[in-house]
């Protein structure tokens, strides 16, 4: 039987609260399925301690960690480096303790968004995308629709400053075209040239909000739309049963999650990790608690 002793790997996810996460039971499902002598903890930092947690890896001999709301940005100041997507998207959801004990920020969302698209058979490339939200995970969709060839990037949040600030900054990082709009009133005349809805708002998540969706139920969706869903807590949400309702695929954010996981385990371990197994682990940790 597996032990954690003194030649184990340490990674873990830094958040607060962080007892929710999905990725511990994730990470350790893959670690175990390959025989890795690996372990990944909850690490429940408290917003003014963000400081000392994230110099603390390099001193702990952690080989990196996951960084959750509300940290992805706040760990910023503490790294050495940034990988061109966390300095674009500006914000880390990865890090990566070097032997000599430098820490690189990483966003590994947009490249596991863009790998979970690609897994459901849609590329991007040519999608002319509308995103609701405007905060972290849509900054990470944005950039990684515009880097990978969708073209123009629509926008759309309650807040319409927050929608231009972002647009404007990937603009200046990307050189893409970006629309912007205000969540609901500009979403029948954004989405009529849309085909890829992203819901990148918490509307959705339960328990909150379980039962609310951020597309008016007036407002018609077109059968030939793919409508994907970051929310994944319940896997079939509001805003996914208005998209079969109207014929449309949805798509909900479980599948991101694995991924962007698969990312960074790859960062830190050099070996591939294995997709399906920590698909499962995210899927029973979620039945037990239905
Ligand atoms: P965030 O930084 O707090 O941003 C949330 C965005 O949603 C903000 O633009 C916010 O607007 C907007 N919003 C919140 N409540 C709203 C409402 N009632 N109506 C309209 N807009 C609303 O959060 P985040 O990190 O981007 O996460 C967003 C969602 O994506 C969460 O549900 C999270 O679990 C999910 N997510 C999933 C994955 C995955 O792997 N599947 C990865 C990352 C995030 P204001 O700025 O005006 O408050």
Redesign the pocket.
Known sequence: MWTIGGRTRLVGVMGWPVAHSLSPAMHNAAFAALGLDWAYVPLAVPPDRVGEAVRGLAALGFAGANVT?PH?EKVIPFLNHLTPAAQAIGAVNTIVVSPDGELTGDNT?AA?FLADLREEGIEPNGRRPLI???????R?VAYALGQAGAEPVAIA???LT?ARRLADALHAATGKAFLTGR?PEDLSELAREADLIVN????G?APH?AD?S?WPEALAMRPEWVIYD???VPTETRLLRQARAHGARGIG??G??VH?GAAAFRLWTGVDPPIAVMRRACEERLRSRE
Do not use: F, S
């Open positions: 709301v992805k969302d596991g609701l939200g405007a905060g972290g995970a849509a990470a949040a309650r807040d927050k969540l990148a708002t918490p509307v998540m909000q609310a951020p970051l929310v994944y954010g479980l991101m999650l962007q």
